[in-house]
């Protein structure tokens, strides 16, 4: 479990993924996992069946946000939007990302791009804008329940333990696009040659040898272990060997980058994710995510004990 340094490898990227390593053995127990992505058509049934309202159609407390003005406790969520003039990736202030992220009111999972969009022709997308308790919500209903990391990864990795992607060891076999990732120039310029410049439905790209698809790339899907820099290090023990059974991740979140935010971790990347910028399509790299937010590159899958 976790990954190699990936700079230097072709589609590697620039960040040495500290938090995926040591690389360790771990052992889980059986179990089934979706062979894709909860889609829009799925979600609906669940929202039909029960009447649930997502965190994004929710109207913001004040009390969860004090001090904020009164005007911006709207409904909502976060959307990709490309920039139209050339920015910088990363800058001194450490907050570049906010010039392609933005708060949309008005954006949930049934209007993904703002309240303009719908979901007309998209039921078999996977279903976004889905903060942590929406997915909880949903697995619940349907009779599973979201995967630990461990779990996560060693679905993804389709019994080829150590390939940096859940479908081997190279980026493009024989030229061909295995996954729905980010072409051109991030974040203003998508030239969509893998047939996508945003979400793809699932299951249009190859599934990897446990008949799994999506693992990489299209939407990043939610884990339930809290997020921590250092969980492989503990895990692992002081010389690195120890054999971690079924882990469940620690007892609390921590980022150093943002301490006071409780995150989940997320795994697989998303359509967004580029050697550029975010190479985490490579199998063993973790993400993190705040878990009462949702944005149009967040989705889910379910498992389920045998």
């Known amino acids: 479990m976790g990954c190699a340094d990936p700079r230097g490898m072709p ?14 053995r771990v052992r889980v127990r059986g179990l089934w996992v979706d062979r894709t992505e909860v889609t829009n058509d799925q979600f609906g049934d669940f929202v ?18 004090p001090g904020a003005p009164p005007e911006n406790l709207v409904a909502g969520s976060i959307v990709f939007t490309p920039p139209d003039v050339f920015v910088p990736l990363r800058d001194a202030t450490g907050r570049a ?4 992220w933005a708060y949309l009111p008005g954006a949930d999972w049934r209007h993904p791009a703002g309240p303009g969009s719908d979901l007309e022709g998209r039921g078999r997308d996977p279903v976004v804008h889905v903060a942590y308790e929406d997915a909880e919500a949903y697995a619940r209903w349907a009779g599973k329940r979201l995967p630990t990391e461990a779990e996560w990864e060693f679905a993804a990795r389709g019994g080829m333990t150590g390939a940096p992607y859940p479908w081997g060891t190279e980026f493009r076999p024989s030229g061909r696009w295995m996954a729905n990732t980010w072409q051109g120039r991030f974040p203003g310029e998508n030239t969509a040659e893998d047939g996508f410049a945003g979400l793809a439905p699932v299951a249009s790209f190859p599934a990897n040898d446990y008949g799994l698809h999506d693992m990489s790339g299209n939407v990043w899907e939610w884990c339930t272990d809290w997020y921590r820099p250092d969980t492989y290090r503990i895990d692992a023990g002081p010389d690195g060997r120890l054999v971690v059974r079924d882990p469940h991740g620690p007892a609390a979140s921590f980022d150093p980058q943002e301490p006071g935010q409780a995150k989940r971790a997320q795994r697989g990347g998303s359509y967004l994710c580029s050697e550029e910028y975010c190479s985490r399509y490579i199998v063993g790299t973790r993400g993190k995510g705040e878990v009462s937010s949702a944005t149009n590159h967040i989705g889910f899958r379910c498992v389920k004990d045998p």
């Open 48 to 65: 039909a069946a029960t009447g649930y309202v997502t965190v994004a159609e929710r109207t913001p407390r004040a009390e969860d946000f």
């Open 97 to 100: 990302h906010l010039q392609w």
């Open 11 to 24: 589609f590697g990227g620039v960040d040495p993924m500290d938090d995926a390593r040591p690389i360790h």
